[in-house]
């Protein structure tokens, strides 16, 4: 039997093992003795940090710390932070993930609440939650072409971005940081955020290399000014190298880094004053490679010799849009009933959560900020105002159903005193997305040519067809074992295009 069968790949991107760790954080602490007692406590923040996330034996170990973080005013009247970390190991069951996927970790505070027992001690219960994913490249093989045995196939070129490799790294930017002269010295370390943005990715024979900045934020009280906080800002600079299976220089990529830890000390520089900073960030950088290109694909197939099986499956294509970068701002009133806030020394910024949808033929990325104001009221006390700020994004899409990748940061936060004693918060978020439309097609993936069952031509010499208003000729070729390009030679068609009314004179075949 002269047949052949063609096919050609359909690739995507899955997430093949989903699990999340509930870790719950409940301690008991007492002051050391050479920490001031508390006198009012302002905020009491939990931050998850992962040291490590290792796959073994169908199951991922991560371990961790949770890092508690209290600020206060001690009953001398000046600000105090105390920070208390609570190491964690816990494990989770991956049995459908292999040695060979990317597994990705990401931790978050779901919530945290604190009682003061007394001055020297406190309670703290909260709750965070590692989320695990293992993601590789997933392929689907579809009947590009077929030829012989009579058999005629309904082909389209569609244009997909087929993922060629996925992988993740892990890797630590250390830095010795020195506090501007400018600035004051430091006296306690209140917090540290760290936000990474890629630049540029550039793909070379099975590798990525990877550029970009990371903005660390030091929040601190300064040893001349015990009421007030200051912020640094550093930026340092990543170059990484991400090993993959498959990359090219003209493929596409999706890159992506985030911060799963951060470790610091503080020590005095030459002249004996505390301005430096040894810093570590622990992050993971991954990547994923797609090559966008025509590809042929057959939605059905008959034959004209002999009776057939066609193997058909809803697939999912992907096809990358369009890439962007841009940026939200978001503003929110923060005020306290019955107080008048006459300053602020400090804004700090955390937990972003975001989300995508598509709505009236948008894209649409919603979430929000949590932001917090440490304040003194004119009646001299001093307090924190902690909310989240939401923000939302859009942008006009033309394709009905998308996936979006993104990566939302804070690029810049500000803060304003209002005559009427509120203060008015500005923050302005960068995005960076990539965009795919993504398409769920019936496509053949097989195709079985029944040798034994052959069948009859047709008895007719001639057949007249009065198609229905706006009838495919390939459904009409295939009803009545004939083919497109007779069907459409023999009537001097263009294409399907039939007139209302026509006759059509159906060959024999």
Known sequence: ???????????????????????????????????????????????????????????????????????????????????????????????????????????????????LVNPRRFDVHGNIVVSLKALRVHNEQVVSSAQGCGIQTLKRTITVSNAKAINEKSFSLSEVLEINGDLPSIAQIVGINASPSVTDTKLISGKALIKGDMDIDVFFIPDNQPNSIEKARFTLPISQIVELDSADEGDSSVSEISVSCINHTVRADSGGSIRLIDISVGARARVSVFKTEETEVVFDAYSTEFEIDNETRRIETRCLKERFTDSCLCRCPFSVSGKEINAVTSLMTRDIVSECSRRDGKLVISGSVRAGLTVGFSNGEKGYIEKPIEFEYSRPVDCEEIICEKSVRVNASSFVLNSNGNADVRVETEITGWIFEKRCLPLVTDICVKEENKKSPCPAALTLYYP????????????????????????QLSDDEISPGAMLILPRM
């Open 1 to 115: 039997m002269d047949f052949s069968l063609s096919k050609s790949d359909i690739s995507n991107i899955m997430n093949v093992c989903d699990s999340n760790i509930s870790q719950s954080v409940d301690s008991d602490i007492t002051l050391p003795e050479y920490v001031d007692d508390i006198d009012c406590v302002l905020s009491c923040a939990l931050t998850p940090q992962i040291d490590s996330a290792v796959f073994s034996d169908g199951r991922v170990t991560v371990e961790g710390r949770a890092t508690v973080r209290l600020l206060y005013t001690s009953q001398k009247g000046t600000l105090n932070c105390f920070e208390n970390e609570i190491p964690f190991s816990r494990f989770a069951d991956m049995q459908n993930a292999t040695e060979t996927d990317c597994i990705s970790a990401l931790a978050s505070t779901q919530y945290v609440n604190c009682r």
């Open 468 to 491: 229905d208003k706006c009838e495919p000729v390939w459904e009409i070729a295939k009803k009545y074992n004939t083919t497109v390009s007779a069907i459409t030679r023999e009537n």
